[in-house]
């Protein structure tokens, strides 16, 4: 395998660890996101229950969804229907593979760092595709958002009913779209910087 094809294996590998570090960082960022959006969209009047309540049942959510250990979903407070648990396991399985791709891609560019190169001008291209997303999102958030899912799952499990999963009712288009666009400025920051700092 020649130089060129090492870097070019560099650079994709790159390319995913930098989309795989800018979801893990807004997973985990979601919980002051979330507790932001508790007050601010007055989700403690609309379900009913105190703000302690609340964060605990959005960390059971989530302690459920990173941990590779916790394999049965549950909620204190909110029931859960078959297709609702069947789109969490859903998710589960994506942020797993989220996490793999992160530690795996991290390992090789780490052990890869001083022999290897990146063709910067990929992350040009990468930041710009990602401009023109964050531009559709803007424009018609709902839209993005259905194909977004449907990109991403085989089924409509993901159009909770309120009265089946009323733990949608914590979790207001607002919260996502705020978790978009943390993703994107770390997504568009990260690639820019690799774009104009080659090795």
């Not at 007050?39 to 229950?49: D, G, I, M």
């Not at 859960?80 to 996490?99: E, P, Q, Y």
């Amino acid at each position: 395998m020649s130089n060129g094809q090492k870097d070019t294996i560099y650079t994709i590998v790159l390319a995913f660890f930098i989309f795989t570090f800018a979801i893990t960082v807004t997973i985990f960022a979601s919980y002051p996101l979330f507790m932001f959006a508790i007050k601010h969209y007055y989700l403690e009047q609309a379900v009913n229950l105190s703000f302690g309540k609340i964060m605990h049942n959005y960390s059971q959510m989530m302690n459920y969804l990173i941990n590779p250990f916790s394999g049965k979903f549950h909620l204190s407070d909110f029931q859960s229907s078959v297709a609702g648990r069947t789109h969490f396991a859903d998710t589960k399985n994506l942020f797993m593979l989220n996490f793999c791709v992160l530690i795996v891609s991290g390992i090789y560019l780490w052990f890869q760092r001083q022999k290897r190169a990146y063709f910067n001008q990929v992350f040009k291209y990468i930041a710009i595709g990602g401009i023109i997303l964050a531009i559709l999102m803007a424009v018609n958030f709902d839209g993005f958002f259905v194909v977004f899912h449907e990109v991403l799952f085989r089924n409509s499990d993901w159009l909770f009913d309120p009265n089946k999963d009323p733990v949608i009712n914590i979790l207001p288009e607002e919260f996502f779209t705020q978790c978009f666009v943390l993703f994107f400025i770390l997504f568009e920051g990260l690639n820019f910087w690799k774009y104009k700092s080659k090795k």
